[in-house]
């Protein structure tokens, strides 16, 4: 069993693990007991009823949310000529080819999201023992293999998030810090749950969303009442 710090334990005190909270109730809470010394990151996380093992079943995409993140995204991107010239007018990090792909190998990771051309993905998939543990690896359902290079850029920049399911049925998405306004946080979590929703496999039986609770980095859990939105 974890062994949770006093801090942890306090916070967890004033939580009833036998409610779910409406989001409003959740937010204001979920700053309540947030008690780290820096700026936590707020996240949703919902367990699913899917089956990954299944390909029709395997979630994963991309949003842009309301109100962003919070974190300024480090972009890489892998493309060359006017689509590279593109990228560094939008403001990408770094732009490059090769030099990149052996910098990577050498261990290099100083940047949060990878954007690659589709003319470059031969390449760019020499490093997928590298970025793929890490959950870098482009992909073109996350908008990340692409030619609208500024687009892919002007969006990540604007606060895109990810989702996938994991194994376990689970999809864990950031929605922005403590820090934010409590409705901007409310909008920012309440895109992510109608998103979660609108992406339903057909093919999933049963009860579709069985769980969802919010945390702070630190923080401990705090279950949701989505029944309000369509299961």
Request: charge should be positive.
């Amino acid at each position: 069993m974890v062994k949770r710090g006093k801090k942890y334990q306090e916070a967890a005190k004033l939580i009833d693990r036998a409610k779910a909270y409406e989001i409003e109730e959740a937010i204001s809470l979920l700053k309540e007991v947030s008690k780290a010394s820096f700026d936590e990151t707020a996240e949703v996380a919902f367990r699913l009823g899917v089956d990954p093992k299944k390909a029709d079943q395997q979630i994963r995409g991309a949003m842009v949310l309301p109100h962003g993140t919070g974190k300024t995204q480090r972009v890489l991107v892998f493309a060359k000529g006017e689509k590279a010239k593109e990228a560094e007018a939008a403001g990408a990090d770094y732009v490059g080819e090769g030099e990149y792909i052996e910098k990577i190998n050498g261990g290099w990771f100083e940047f949060d999201v990878i954007v690659a051309t589709p003319d470059m993905m031969a390449e760019v998939g020499k490093l997928g023992r590298v970025l793929g543990p890490r959950g870098l690896m482009p992909n073109p359902k996350t908008g990340t293999v692409t030619f609208e290079v500024e687009k892919a850029i002007n969006d990540i920049k604007a606060g895109k998030v990810e989702y996938r399911v994991d194994k376990q049925s689970n999809v864990h998405v950031p929605f922005g810090k403590v820090s934010f306004e409590n409705n901007k946080l409310a909008e920012n979590l309440d895109a992510i749950i109608e998103q979660i929703v609108k992406v339903k496999p057909q093919s999933a039986k049963g009860t579709y969303i069985k769980n969802v609770s919010i945390a702070s980095t630190m923080g401990p859990g705090i279950k949701l009442d989505v029944s309000n939105y369509k299961k």
